[in-house]
């Protein structure tokens, strides 16, 4: 069985979705870190209420990123075969701690990627009247939202959605599209090896794509 890290930064949802399902042992992993880098972030509360332990490194507390990677390597403590799942994690990791688990570690990010990398792509999708909107798995690469890309959930905008509306419908997809990269990954059927990914042991050439 896998471990993995989980390192978030804000509401914690991916997160919390990811260890429930660990939980309710639909997903087989052991789960060795929960690191948020912000002591405020509300899902530090509601995960103590679950007696689901999280480390908080507040990154605001640290004079320099360096500083605050030593540290977080330090926890993270990656060996063979670990996963670091960032979910929510409003921070660039820098390449030795990619490097240190061979490349296995995987984002999550609100568009259809390589469509708006970066922040505030709901309101970009409203104010540039896409027709559709998604969420994309990747694995991560010293260049923010550019590692190769796993898989897409793609969702029709509707009409009368409005930045908040879309954000809101996207995020059930982001948990199920998590969800379904780990379970490929559990069932040995997705790899990640020398900066390529395999599905059923076949270099995969475009995303996986699920649709609502
Ligand atoms: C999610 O929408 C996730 O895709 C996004 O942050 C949000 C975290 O929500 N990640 C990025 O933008 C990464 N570039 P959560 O804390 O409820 O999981």
């Known amino acids: 069985m896998n471990s993995i890290s989980i390192l978030f930064s804000g509401r914690g949802s991916n997160a919390h979705n990811i260890i429930d399902n660990i939980i309710q042992k639909k997903l087989k992993f052991n789960i060795k870190n929960i690191i948020c880098n912000n002591k405020n972030s509300p899902a530090i509360e509601t995960f103590s209420k679950k007696n689901i332990f999280v480390d908080v490194l507040n990154s605001n507390d640290y004079r320099n990123n360096e500083n605050f990677n030593n540290d977080l390597l330090k926890k993270l403590d ?44 709901h309101s970009k999708v409203i104010k540039n009247g896409d027709s559709f909107h998604g969420c994309t798995t990747h694995f991560v690469t010293e260049d923010i939202d550019c590692g190769p890309i796993i898989a897409q959930y793609i969702i029709k905008v509707n009409s009368d959605d409005n930045e908040k509306s879309i954000a809101d419908r996207l995020l059930i997809f982001e948990h199920k599209l998590y969800y379904n990269t780990l379970e490929l990954i559990q069932c040995n059927i997705l790899k990640y090896q020398d900066k390529k990914i395999y599905y059923n042991d076949k270099i995969l050439v475009k995303p996986i794509i699920y649709n609502d």
């Not at 670091?84 to 994690?89: P, Q, S, T, V, Y």
């Not at 820098?94 to 490097?99: G, L, M, R, T, V």
């Open 78 to 121: 990656p060996q063979n075969g670990d996963l670091l799942l960032l979910c929510g994690f409003m921070k660039k990791i820098p390449a030795n701690i990619i490097k240190s688990y061979n490349g296995n570690v995987i984002n999550i990010h609100p568009s259809i990627l390589p469509k708006y990398k970066g922040l505030d792509t």
